[in-house]
Antibody
Framework: DVQLVESGGDLVQPGGSLRLSCAAS????????MSWVRQAPGKGLEWVAF?????DTYYADSVKGRFTISRDHSKVYLQMNRLRGEDTAVYYC????????????????WGQGTVVTVSS | EIVMTQSPATLSVSPGERVTLSCRAS??????LAWYQQKPGQAPRLLIY???TRATDIPARFSGSGSGTEFTLTISSLESEDFAVYYC?????????FGQGTKLEIK
């Protein structure tokens, strides 16, 4: 089965850190573009971070300088530092759509999400 | 940053009806637009990419159209499982942005 499984979500105090993991099965993350997308309680979707095949990474302004996306051959990670209340959300790991010869920056595979709560 | 605006916020419809959802971009995104469906407690599912191409295993009752700044998602005949929230997303450059969503509810 092709799937993504996130883990690492937790309750953390403001200013704290957390590392999310995303395990892929049925495909190799190092061959695909990957992103993290989050959804605050009762709210819409917000793209957070992107990683390409190599070392190219991009971040939403709301997390730039605080979050870092990385990966190895089978997992994608999101290191979250200096957490704030507004970072409270379900965090989804997503795969960018791969067609035969091109990658489309729409998200064709989503994990089930992991919950991050930032509160004292 | 390009802002995506969806309308209406909520739409009350009956099964079997045809429905059209709207998504507008504050600047042109060409055809770099996707649509997603999200049901309560579930992750979103990709429906449409490239403004009009259905993703794998998406039923033919879903269709997308538009380019530039105006886009629509049409469901030709609503089925019970289609009641959900629908999001558009533009991906022409970073940061990728989503619309705020349109909720389809049963009339």
């Amino acid at each position: 089965d092709v799937q993504l499984v996130e883990s690492g979500g937790d309750l953390v105090q403001p200013g704290g850190s957390l590392r999310l993991s995303c395990a892929a099965s049925g495909f190799t993350v190092s061959r695909d573009y990957m992103s993290w997308v989050r959804q605050a309680p009762g709210k819409g979707l917000e793209w957070v971070a992107f990683i390409s095949f190599g070392t190219d990474t991009y971040y939403a302004d709301s997390v730039k300088g605080r979050f870092t996306i990385s990966r190895d051959h089978s997992k994608v990670y999101l290191q979250m530092n200096r957490l704030r209340g507004e970072d409270t959300a379900v965090y989804y790991c997503v795969r960018h759509l791969r067609l035969t010869a091109v990658i489309i920056d729409a998200f064709d595979l989503w994990g089930q999400g992991t919950v991050v709560t930032v509160s004292s | 940053e390009i802002v995506m605006t969806q309308s209406p916020a909520t739409l009350s419809v009956s099964p079997g009806e045809r429905v059209t959802l709207s998504c507008r971009a504050s600047q042109s995104v060409s055809k770099n637009l996707a649509w997603y469906q999200q049901k309560p407690g579930q992750a979103p599912r990709l429906l449409i990419y490239g403004a009009s191409t259905r993703a794998t295993d998406i039923p033919a009752r879903f269709s997308g159209s538009g380019s530039g700044t105006e886009f629509t998602l049409t469901i030709s005949s609503l089925e019970s499982e289609d009641f959900a929230v629908y999001y558009c997303q533009r991906y022409n450059n970073w940061p990728y942005t989503f619309g705020q969503g349109t909720k389809l509810e049963i009339k």
